[in-house]
C-alpha cells in the first residue's frame, strides 16, 4: 500500500470510551504530523513529530496523547473525549528533511470522528 | 511571522469558465508556497507547489498558479472548470521545515 493510510476512517465513541487513532506512512518520510478540521474552523496543528520525536505541541488539551513509536507510525490515544472533539481527524507527513525546498505534506483520508 | 490569506471563502463559476482563487502570503523570507485541494470527507490532495524554481507552476488536473513576489501573491487558476473541480482549496505557506500556515480555505461551486 503507498501513501499516508489511516484507521478507522469512521469512529463513533461515548465521552467515557478510550480508543485510538492509526496513522501510516508507506513514503520513507521523517516528519508525521496531526492535524483537526472541524466544521468551519482553520485546520488546526495538533502535533509534529520528527524521526519519532515531537517537536510541536500546540496546546492540545492532554485527553489527547500521541505516540510514534517509529517514523511509520503514528497513534492519537483518545480518552474522557467531549462532544466538541468531534472532528476529522487528518494524519499527514512529509520528508522533514532540512534545508531542503520540497517539503510537501501528504496527507491521509482522515478519521471522522463522533463523540457522543 | 508568516501568514497567508485567502480573500474569498466562496467562488461560484459556472462549468467550463475559468477560476480564479486568490491567496496573499506574508513572509520574511522566501518562501514554500502550495495549493491542496479537499472534497468531502476526504484528506488533502497537493495540487502544486512553489519552491523558488519558476515562478508559473503547473499543477494536477489543469491548474496553474503564479507566483507574484512584489504582490506576495500566489493565485491558483484554471482556464475552464469542471463539474469535478468543486471542493474546498486551501493555500499554504512554509516557513520552515515542519510549520505550515494553512489558509482558511475556499469553497468552490461549480454551476452546470
Known amino acids: 500500500e503507498t501513501g499516508v493510510t489511516q484507521t478507522p476512517r469512521h469512529l463513533v465513541m461515548g465521552m467515557t470510551n478510550k480508543k485510538s487513532l492509526k496513522c501510516e506512512q508507506h513514503l520513507g518520510h521523517n516528519a508525521m504530523y496531526w492535524y483537526k478540521q472541524s466544521a468551519k474552523k482553520p485546520l488546526e496543528l495538533m502535533f509534529v513529530?520528527?524521526?519519532?520525536?515531537?517537536?510541536e505541541n500546540n496546546s492540545v488539551p492532554s485527553r489527547f496523547s500521541p505516540e510514534c513509536p517509529n517514523s511509520s507510525h503514528l497513534f492519537l490515544h483518545l480518552h474522557t473525549l467531549q462532544p466538541e472533539d468531534s472532528a476529522l481527524y487528518l494524519c499527514?507527513?512529509?520528508?522533514?528533511?532540512?534545508?531542503?525546498?520540497?517539503?510537501?505534506?501528504?496527507f491521509g483520508p482522515g478519521t471522522r470522528l463522533t463523540v457522543l | 511571522a508568516q501568514s497567508v490569506t485567502q480573500l474569498d471563502s466562496h467562488v461560484s463559476v459556472s462549468e467550463g469558465t475559468p477560476v480564479l482563487l486568490r491567496c496573499n502570503y506574508s513572509s520574511s523570507y522566501s518562501p514554500s508556497l502550495f495549493w491542496y485541494v479537499q472534497h468531502p470527507n476526504k484528506g488533502l490532495q497537493l495540487l502544486l507547489k512553489y519552491t523558488s524554481a519558476a515562478t508559473l507552476v503547473k499543477g494536477i488536473n489543469g491548474f496553474e498558479a503564479e507566483f507574484k513576489k512584489s504582490e506576495t501573491s500566489f493565485h491558483l487558476t484554471k482556464p475552464s472548470a469542471h463539474m469535478s473541480d468543486a471542493a474546498e482549496y486551501f493555500c499554504?505557506?512554509?516557513?520552515?521545515?515542519?510549520?505550515?500556515?494553512f489558509g482558511t480555505g475556499t469553497r468552490l461551486k461549480v454551476l452546470a
Open positions: 499554504v505557506v512554509s516557513s520552515g521545515t515542519y510549520k505550515y500556515i
Open positions: 513529530y520528527s524521526l519519532e520525536e515531537r517537536v
Open positions: 499527514a507527513s512529509s520528508p522533514g528533511l532540512a534545508g531542503t525546498d520540497y517539503n510537501e505534506q501528504f
